[in-house]
């Protein structure tokens, strides 16, 4: 009885984690200082293989405490093969109306992400450059502790 108990279990665990959305690429990068300058863009390379495939693509920012605002205004630059190199903007909001942050925290720090493209398709194999640029009126922008990009690759 065990014995079945236990294939049972191992089989629904290996079914849970075939069909879990896995992350394909996950970076993150320091800021100097925690002083996020406009010409201080982390700058990510990913390289696709499989031009098929959809994948969601998020930014992810930890702040401190500290932080003076209640968001962060972003330029998100791409640049690879058949695509030229465009930026859009991007909002993450970092509290909520009555003051407390949001996202999760550990100690003094608070992380937040948004998806910045949702079931995405790369026009073509090879390398794609991502670069995440501060939009603030600040310079440089304060009590910022890292950026990073996630890309998770769909099923």
């Known amino acids: 009885m065990r014995k079945i108990v236990f294939t049972a279990f191992s089989f629904l665990l290996l079914f849970a984690t075939a069909c879990e959305q896995q992350n394909f690429y996950e970076v993150n990068k320091p800021i100097l200082n925690r002083s996020w300058a406009y010409n201080s863009m982390p700058t990510f390379d990913v390289k696709i293989d499989d031009n098929k495939a959809h994948y969601d693509v998020y930014i992810h920012v930890r702040h401190t405490g500290d932080y003076n605002y209640s968001n962060l205004f972003f330029l998100l630059h791409e640049k690879g093969p058949k695509v030229q190199d465009t930026a859009y903007r991007y909002e993450v909001k970092f509290a909520e109306l009555d003051g407390r942050w949001m996202g999760k925290n550990a100690g003094s720090l608070y992380s937040n992400e948004v998806l910045v493209k949702k079931d995405f398709t790369f026009p073509d194999t090879g ?20 950026i990073g990009i996630k890309l998770i690759k769909k099923p």
């Open 127 to 146: 390398l794609y450059h991502f670069s995440v640029e501060q939009n603030m009126r600040e310079n440089p922008l304060k009590h910022i502790a890292d």
